[in-house]
Nanobody
């Protein structure tokens, strides 16, 4: 599975960004896609995920500000980020999970999001 991300950048506090992640070359159906982030000196953490059935999950820190959605025909997942804060600054990684016999994780190359104060 190839994951291509786009949409990162620099924004001021309170601003918005929209990340996109397009999946391709998947022989099997993707069970779940999501976004993780990693700030300098910190561990990678889940931001939001969405299952093939549309069930979403969010980190507490982004609830009410971020929205994850997907376009099934395009195999693309989006992360709309509103009311951005400096603590949202991180490299954001797209993730796709395929379930065959076990779970297999695939990752994008990452896109930088920087929120200035």
């Amino acid at each position: 599975v190839q994951l291509v991300e786009s949409g990162g950048g620099l924004v001021q506090t309170g601003g918005s960004l929209r990340l996109s992640c397009a999946a391709s070359d998947s022989v099997f159906s993707i069970e779940r896609m999501g976004w993780y982030r990693q700030a300098p000196g910190k561990q990678r953490e889940l931001v939001a995920s969405i299952t093939s059935g549309g069930i979403t999950n969010y980190a507490d820190s982004v609830k009410g500000r971020f929205t994850i959605s997907k376009h099934n025909a395009k195999n693309t997942v989006y992360l709309q980020m509103n009311s951005l804060r400096p603590e949202d600054t991180a490299v954001y990684y797209c993730n796709a999970v395929i379930v065959v016999v076990g779970e297999y994780d695939y990752w994008g190359q990452g896109t930088q999001v920087t929120v200035s104060s």
